[in-house]
């Protein structure tokens, strides 16, 4: 599962990012929309919305036959989130979604769900008790400590696995890559010159760059370490 705290993170291109990276790997990769308010995969990919998710689950028997949609990547079909329904969390969190996450199992080596941010809603923390897996999308800009540690404490509560954070949107230029640059001359420079080089290069980032602190990282829990953008 694939989510976010607060909307605008970037957490539907990192889902169809990373189902992408793991087709064109070889495997046989299910993308799902199971954002139910505001889904965007279905433009992503360029694919219709008129049937989906909750096509599945309103149904009698829920089936996937007739509802996946293949892309231009060989190995990648997406479920779109289908129309909107009143009463996405009771779908979501009905036996239903467990049945259908099952069935989906059934046809690809990974499936992977694009859900809502996590502190908004309780969809995604009820979809994650469904998954063997959380990654967190953080912008490296715009998402805030407290928020994040939000996002983490609501999946700790109904102990989702949380493989991972994935910072997204880092910038190349300004103050952290000031830091980048600082730490790259002052703890990789080799050889018996290294201190002064070191030196050498942290005076010359300072000229570049002036002589700001570096923006902190956002704080995520141990388990969770930050990965740099796809």
Same mark, same amino acid.
């Given at each position: 599962?694939?989510?976010?705290?607060? $909307?605008?993170?970037?957490?539907?291109?990192?889902?169809?990012? %990373?189902? &992408?990276?793991? #087709?064109?790997?070889?495997?046989?990769?299910?993308?799902?929309?199971?954002?139910?308010?505001?889904?965007? /995969?279905?433009?992503?990919?360029?694919?219709?919305?008129? *049937?989906?998710?909750?096509? #599945?689950?309103?149904?009698?028997?829920? =089936?996937?036959?007739?509802?996946?949609?293949?892309?231009?990547?060989?190995?990648?079909? *997406?479920?779109? !989130?289908?129309? /909107? $329904?009143?009463?996405?969390?009771? %779908?979501?969190?009905?036996?239903?979604?467990?049945? /259908?996450? !099952?069935? @989906?199992?059934?046809?690809?080596?990974?499936?992977?769900?694009?859900?809502?941010?996590?502190? #908004? @809603?309780?969809?995604?923390?009820?979809?994650?008790?469904?998954?063997?897996?959380? %990654?967190?999308? /953080?912008?490296?800009?715009?998402?805030?400590?407290?928020?994040?540690?939000?996002?983490?404490?609501?999946?700790?509560? *109904?102990?989702?696995?949380?493989?991972? *954070? %994935?910072?997204?949107?880092?910038?190349?230029?300004?103050?952290? +890559?000031?830091?980048?640059?600082?730490?790259?001359?002052?703890? +990789?420079?080799?050889?018996?010159?290294?201190?002064?080089?070191?030196?050498?290069?942290?005076?010359?980032?300072?000229?570049?760059?002036?002589?700001?602190? #570096?923006?902190?990282?956002? =704080?995520?829990?141990?388990?969770?370490?930050? &990965?740099?953008?796809?």
């Amino acid at each position: 599962m694939v989510t976010s705290p607060a $909307p605008s993170e970037g957490k539907s291109m990192t889902s169809a990012n %990373l189902a &992408a990276a793991v #087709a064109r790997a070889g495997r046989q990769v299910i993308l799902v929309d199971a954002d139910l308010h505001r889904p965007r /995969l279905h433009r992503v990919f360029n694919l219709t919305n008129n *049937v989906g998710v909750t096509s #599945a689950l309103l149904a009698d028997h829920p =089936s996937v036959e007739g509802l996946l949609q293949e892309t231009q990547i060989p190995g990648l079909r *997406v479920l779109t !989130a289908g129309p /909107l $329904p009143p009463n996405p969390a009771e %779908l979501l969190g009905s036996s239903r979604m467990k049945d /259908l996450i !099952a069935a @989906l199992n059934a046809h690809a080596d990974m499936v992977i769900l694009d859900t809502p941010p996590v502190v #908004a @809603l309780a969809d995604a923390a009820i979809l994650s008790t469904h998954t063997d897996g959380v %990654l967190l999308v /953080l912008d490296a800009a715009h998402t805030r400590r407290e928020v994040a540690r939000r996002a983490l404490a609501s999946l700790g509560q *109904v102990k989702a696995r949380v493989i991972g *954070v %994935l910072l997204n949107r880092v910038p190349t230029r300004g103050a952290g +890559y000031y830091y980048y640059n600082y730490y790259y001359y002052g703890r +990789y420079t080799n050889g018996r010159d290294g201190d002064s080089a070191g030196q050498s290069g942290r005076r010359r980032n300072r000229r570049r760059f002036g002589r700001g602190r #570096a923006a902190a990282p956002v =704080s995520t829990s141990s388990a969770s370490r930050s &990965a740099s953008q796809p």
